[in-house]
């Protein structure tokens, strides 16, 4: 908790003082994610590229009046974290940062200048990467439960912000140069959630749906239900789509797996238990049956019901 803390005040003091969601997400990236591109050798910054100025803090910890073995910027300091530590800050980052921020489209350092064209966010090219990152690559159980727990963050402001847009608010810009600048007409979920991605965090969850440490199978389930809630929202059926491939690939798991029944619940809430019997005639028997083993009938019990 107390690195979570730390991460929530580092975000907050890179965000002081600036009013400007562009300035915020450009100061954002300068400080977490300046190391998303390993083969940028422009030296350009985010602010640098995206023209505005950097954080207020960045502008103090660098000032001229510093001894030069004094000056620094978040960037540098970031530098230094443990993995654990970087994941603390994109869960500060979630927690701090405003929808705008998060959301906001910028040009990525080393763009060409004949193509400077904004598409990268914070939340869904920087966050979300980062925490993939994390759990597929896990130093141990502590820092999986917390890369999933910040997992289901990221996936909780992807859904709100998805939702706002769906009910007609836009987060990243409220003019109408909005579409020139960034080539969207408004946060989409296949802008601010892109299949590829969607599919990577998919098979994250799959991969721990019964990991031996039961709080991070508990921010599995939670992020899951999240990812669901967010694929309702995609158009031309794909919600529906991928609600009756994950049942599919849920009901081939065994019987006696508890990472089974509490994911197959919330699809069932969503698709409907009709079409979960279609999927398998034999789904409720199966269920009864398996609920006679101890070890799953708590996690069976909550299909059935």
Same mark, same amino acid.
């Given at each position: 908790?107390a690195g979570v803390?730390a991460?929530?005040?580092?975000a907050?003091?890179v965000?002081a003082g600036?009013?400007?969601p562009?300035?915020?997400?450009?100061?954002l990236a300068?400080?977490f994610?300046?190391d998303c591109f390993?083969?940028d050798v422009s030296g /350009?910054?985010w602010t /640098?590229?995206?023209?505005?100025?950097a954080s207020?803090?960045d502008?103090?910890l660098? @000032?001229?009046r510093?001894?030069s073995e004094?000056?620094?910027t978040?960037?540098? /300091?970031?530098?230094?974290?443990?993995?654990?530590?970087?994941?603390?800050?994109?869960?500060?980052?979630l927690t701090?940062?405003?929808?705008d921020a998060?959301?906001?489209?910028?040009v990525?350092p080393g763009t /060409?200048s004949?193509s400077?064209?904004?598409?990268w966010?914070?939340?869904?090219?920087g966050?979300?990467?980062?925490l993939c990152d994390s759990?597929e690559n896990?130093?141990d159980?502590?820092h999986?439960?917390?890369?999933?727990?910040?997992l289901k963050?990221?996936?909780t402001?992807?859904?709100a912000?998805v939702?706002s847009?769906?009910?007609?608010?836009?987060? @990243?810009s409220?003019?109408?140069?909005h579409?020139t600048r960034?080539g969207?007409?408004?946060?989409?979920? !296949?802008?601010?959630?892109?299949k590829e991605?969607s599919h990577?965090?998919?098979?994250?969850? &799959?991969?721990? &749906?019964?990991d031996?440490l039961s709080?991070?199978?508990?921010e599995t389930?939670?992020s899951?239900?999240?990812?669901? !809630?967010?694929?309702d929202?995609r158009?031309?059926?794909g919600?529906?789509?991928?609600?009756t491939?994950?049942? !599919?690939l849920?009901?081939k798991?065994?019987?006696?797996?508890?990472?089974?029944?509490?994911p197959?619940a919330?699809?069932c809430r969503?698709?409907?238990?009709?079409?979960l019997?279609?999927l398998?005639?034999h789904?409720l028997?199966?269920t009864?049956?398996?609920?006679r083993?101890?070890?799953?009938c708590?996690?069976a019990?909550t299909?059935?019901g």
């Amino acid at each position: 908790e107390a690195g979570v803390s730390a991460g929530v005040t580092i975000a907050v003091v890179v965000g002081a003082g600036i009013v400007c969601p562009k300035r915020r997400a450009a100061s954002l990236a300068d400080a977490f994610f300046s190391d998303c591109f390993s083969g940028d050798v422009s030296g /350009e910054t985010w602010t /640098e590229v995206n023209e505005t100025r950097a954080s207020c803090v960045d502008a103090v910890l660098s @000032s001229s009046r510093l001894q030069s073995e004094q000056r620094t910027t978040i960037k540098n /300091e970031r530098a230094k974290f443990t993995p654990f530590g970087k994941i603390s800050a994109v869960r500060g980052v979630l927690t701090a940062a405003s929808g705008d921020a998060l959301s906001q489209f910028l040009v990525r350092p080393g763009t /060409e200048s004949k193509s400077k064209n904004p598409d990268w966010l914070v939340l869904t090219h920087g966050c979300v990467p980062l925490l993939c990152d994390s759990l597929e690559n896990p130093v141990d159980s502590h820092h999986k439960f917390h890369a999933a727990a910040a997992l289901k963050s990221a996936l909780t402001r992807i859904k709100a912000l998805v939702t706002s847009a769906g009910s007609g608010v836009n987060h @990243s810009s409220k003019d109408a140069s909005h579409k020139t600048r960034t080539g969207h007409d408004t946060l989409t979920v !296949d802008v601010l959630f892109p299949k590829e991605l969607s599919h990577r965090v998919s098979a994250i969850l &799959w991969a721990n &749906w019964e990991d031996p440490l039961s709080q991070t199978v508990k921010e599995t389930h939670l992020s899951f239900e999240c990812l669901l !809630d967010i694929e309702d929202q995609r158009g031309d059926g794909g919600g529906t789509a991928f609600l009756t491939q994950a049942a !599919d690939l849920l009901l081939k798991k065994p019987l006696e797996s508890k990472g089974r029944y509490v994911p197959l619940a919330f699809v069932c809430r969503r698709l409907g238990a009709t079409a979960l019997i279609k999927l398998d005639p034999h789904i409720l028997h199966k269920t009864i049956r398996a609920m006679r083993d101890d070890s799953v009938c708590t996690a069976a019990g909550t299909l059935v019901g």
